[in-house]
């Protein structure tokens, strides 16, 4: 079983960036899609972002496409998502979750969760 955990959240003013990194531990990182999720208050869980085991597929949600990018890197155990151009609408808390499947954006086909960092973008 695969551990996460996030870090990297903070308070950014509209137009900025952050990184978000998540450490896996467990031999098979490597082998699985991974995926960002986010949770602002009072609304559901959204798929913001995910990446194929090798990294070479990666898919996003449209209200981030063109100003994130998820990636990783295998040999550190590690997914991360770049963040620009950041809005006030992005403020959440963002989960990264791992999955035995294909990259999608359902949640309930990830089976492994982090405790997820707070990102805060003012206006």
């Known amino acids: 079983q695969v551990q996460l955990v996030e870090s990297g959240g903070g308070l950014v003013q509209a137009g900025g960036s952050l990184r978000l990194s998540c450490a896996a531990s467990?031999?098979?990182?490597?082998?699985?899609?991974m995926g960002w999720f986010r949770q602002a208050p009072g609304k559901e869980r959204e798929f913001v972002a995910a990446?194929?085991?090798?990294?070479?597929?990666?898919f996003y949600a449209d209200s981030v496409k063109g100003r994130f990018t998820i990636s990783r890197d295998n040999a550190k155990n590690t997914v991360y998502l770049q963040m620009n151009s950041l809005k006030p609408e992005d403020t959440a808390v963002y989960y990264c979750?791992?999955?035995?499947?294909?990259?999608?954006?359902?949640?309930?086909?990830?089976?492994?969760w982090g405790q997820g960092t707070q990102v805060t973008v003012s206006s």
């Open positions: 467990g031999r098979t990182f490597s082998s699985l899609t």
């Open positions: 979750a791992a999955s035995p499947r294909s990259p999608r954006s359902a949640g309930w086909a990830y089976d492994t």
């Open positions: 990446v194929s085991w090798s990294g070479g597929n990666t």
